[in-house]
């Protein structure tokens, strides 16, 4: 069936907000993000900022290298969440199902709602002068035969921007010499891997398709379909405002019983839920873990973690919930947060106030640890897309054997003595019981390579 869909993204989402309420802030950059005296990221910034060469999810210490005399922030998001709830409810007016990808982006289906191109392109001109109108906020729309075609829209003339693209004809012309970096769904590292093997732009992918397939598995397969226009996905009611739990799983082609895998598969499970969370601007105040056996059978665990929006936290607290039901091969294994709320800003830790080690930088060593391991490319700074997490997941399962001698392995030669380490190093420590003798295992995900042995001093 022919859809009409409409793309509608917010400009500068963050930024234009606190503008509208401090209009001292118009013709400034301002930069919203973690504190310039850390090692956060930039979440977003107004165009004038962008003319530094500041943009989102850089560091924020280069953004404040870049521009010493921009106006820094931290991010309000209550006030982005009422601002959110408001333009969520007039794009719904139009949509057969809206489907919310962030606090300030949303697919409309308006299929039935619209009936015809022309009708929908009213829509869209009477969405974005109901938002200016409502808000005082801008907007920029694509309106397309396809998601993907409309997002690619909305990019188009961004920002308070308007663009069509009404057949997959006409998405083709407009793609065909572009960068596959231009192409939605081609990520930085895909992109690599694509110039790596010379394919360059969209007409590279059409005339080399089989080795973008052989290359990239199915996501391959997305691309290929995509340089063609072809892109039936559908608009999926969902409103961030209702969501109650946020949550990512993944099947493994054969099933898993090794306990260091499945606690390396949970990290990216994890960011994955906590990127998620964040795009909507939330957090959650639980961590939930799920299992499902080879014989299909399956158990749930779950803890209450208040204001966990940070991945190792996350990630901590499902390998403790592993440590309780790995006991058989695994098929299936998923991550969620539950009872989300509106995130906090940021607060600072004391630790990145003396300019110590914060958990982005935690999270870095992480996944350079785990591209050692699993000797592929992780993207630092956590960024991991949707599409590329099972295909990883299998990197990681066929990859297992040459992971070895990179975990630090204390040998403990008294239970108990664990504590003693993580109270005394302040370390995360996850334990086991070594396979082969009796000593108590103790393998600290990702820090140094060496083996310590500790013993009990005399007389304990
Ligand atoms: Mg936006």
Known sequence: MEQIIIHVDMDAFYASVEMRDDPSLIGKPVIIGAPPDTRGVVSTCNYEARKYGVHSAMNIKEAYRLCPDGVFLTPDFRKYHAVSDQIHAIWEEYAGAMEAIALDEAYLDVTETAGTFDRARGFAHEIKKRVLDETGLSCSVGLAYSKIAAKTASEENKPNGYFEILTAEDFVNLMMDRDVRDIYTVGVKTAEKLHAA????????????????????????????????????????????????????????????????????????????????????????????????????????????????????????????LEEVSTRPIRLIGVGVYNVTPARAKQMTLDQMAGGKDSDTELDKAFEVLSKRYKM??????????????????????????????????????????????????????????????????APLFFDMDVHHVRAPHGE
């Open 377 to 442: 490319d992780l993207v630092k700074g956590g960024d991991i897309g949707w599409d590329n997490l099972h295909s990883l997941a299998e990197h990681m399962r066929t990859h297992r054997g040459q992971r070895g001698s990179d975990y630090t392995i204390y040998c403990i030669e008294q239970a108990g003595l664990e504590r003693v380490l993580s109270d005394r190093d302040g370390i995360q420590i996850v334990s086991g019981h070594h396979p082969s003798d009796d000593l108590f295992l103790i």
């Open 198 to 321: 010379g394919i360059h732009t969209m007409r590279d992918i059409r005339e080399n398709s089989s080795d973008v397939i052989s290359m990239l598995g199915k996501h391959g397969q997305m691309i290929v379909d995509l340089a063609y226009g072809h892109d039936d996905s559908r608009v999926v009611a969902y409103r961030p405002e209702d969501a109650k739990s946020i949550s990512r799983e993944l099947t493994f082609q054969e099933d898993v019983f090794d306990f260091w895998l499945l606690a390396d598969v949970l990290l990216l499970l994890s960011v994955s839920v906590v990127n998620r969370a964040r795009s909507y601007g939330l957090c959650g105040n639980g961590v939930s873990l799920k299992v499902t056996y080879s014989d299909m059978k399956g158990v749930t665990r779950s803890k209450v973690v208040k204001y966990c929006d940070d991945p190792l936290t996350v990630h901590r607290e499902a390998v403790s919930m």
